[in-house]
């Protein structure tokens, strides 16, 4: 069954009633149901298509957080293959809610790094919610820099609410930690492109992508803070994301007219999670299409070409 957003209930009320008939004639067999159900079916996806055709800044961020979409384990699993996991920051621990690891992407090498959110109850808390802490950007860190040392380039895949905020991270260094991500992402010298694939969220994302290419999925968010926090911040009211999500100017849509977001990708209509495998290989097709762009550059051209991506970020849009 599909899991719906709140805005989705009329949807889930017409598909469930074209369930419901089908199960019916699954009971019985002389019942005819085809031609209602499929006339049911025709609304829906009338409907689906309407609701998604101009979706506000705050459903985005329910649809990036929807629970279905495909996490960065399932992008691996489809897209690379000889993915070997490397684990551990060589100094405290291995954190499960950033996986990495030597792969090949139609038989290139690369290295892979994403935050994995987890997709039930027991991956969800083993990996916090994709929430990292200091030893999974230490880790980070450390995968980055054996792709430089080797020559690989980097794909980080990122979905998280933000960085872990506990008193344990805290202490271990979580700003520190953070802020030698995003400083490292900015010193190799090999390509790094980043994926947004759902939720990018503060810090937390910042420190794996911090690339060359930015490509955001068409639904996906990328922000400093969510929407909630900033407005508990501004407003002492969280209740009044909706306008939060409308200033911050986080959908993918926003982001490109900055210069912040390099490429979009195009989701099926009523997102990712309706349809997980065209959604894999589309992104699957704008990596390819990045590291070929990057594939006889210099080291010392892709190094100064990301600079120059962020020294010059905003300028677009202010000049709009």
Request: glycine share 8%; net charge neutral; with cysteine.
């Amino acid at each position: 069954m599909n899991n719906y957003l709140d805005f989705e209930k009329p949807l889930a009320e017409i598909e469930g009633k074209a369930e419901e008939l089908r199960a019916l004639a699954r009971q019985n067999e002389e019942m005819d149901v085809e031609k209602e159900a499929a006339a049911l079916d025709a609304k829906a996806e009338a409907l689906l298509a309407d609701l998604y055709e101009n979706l506000s800044p705050w459903r985005k961020c329910q649809v990036a957080r929807h629970p279905d979409r495909p996490h960065t384990r399932d992008y691996i699993e489809a897209l690379f293959s000889e993915y070997t996991p490397l684990a551990g920051d060589r100094n405290f621990a291995d954190d499960h809610a950033v996986m990495g690891g030597l792969a090949r992407m139609n038989d290139r090498p690369v290295m892979v790094i994403g935050l994995e959110k987890g997709h039930d109850t027991k991956s969800r808390i083993e990996r916090n919610f994709g929430m990292a802490r200091p030893e999974g950007y230490r880790k980070a860190i450390r995968l980055m820099d054996l792709a430089d040392r080797f020559g690989l380039p980097v794909i980080t895949l990122v979905d998280t609410p933000g960085a872990y905020p506990g008193k344990g991270a805290e202490e271990r260094g979580q700003s520190e930690a953070i802020a030698r991500s995003t400083e490292k992402c900015l010193q190799i010298k090999v390509p790094l492109i980043s994926v947004i694939i759902g939720e990018g969220g503060s810090g937390g994302a910042v420190a794996l992508a911090t690339a060359n290419k930015l490509i955001m999925l068409e639904h996906s968010v990328y922000s400093v803070i969510s929407p909630e926090g900033c407005a508990s911040i501004l407003w002492k009211d969280a209740e009044k994301m909706r306008e939060a999500a409308e200033a911050l100017k986080l959908t993918a849509q926003d982001l490109h007219r900055l210069g912040v977001a390099d490429v979009i990708v195009k989701e099926p209509v009523g997102g990712a999670q309706r349809d997980r495998e065209a959604t894999i290989e589309a992104v699957g097709r704008a990596l390819e299409a990045a590291l070929a762009e990057f594939a006889r550059k210099k080291p010392d051209t892709i190094l100064k070409h990301r600079r120059r991506k962020y020294l010059e970020m905003g300028r677009k849009g202010l000049a709009a």
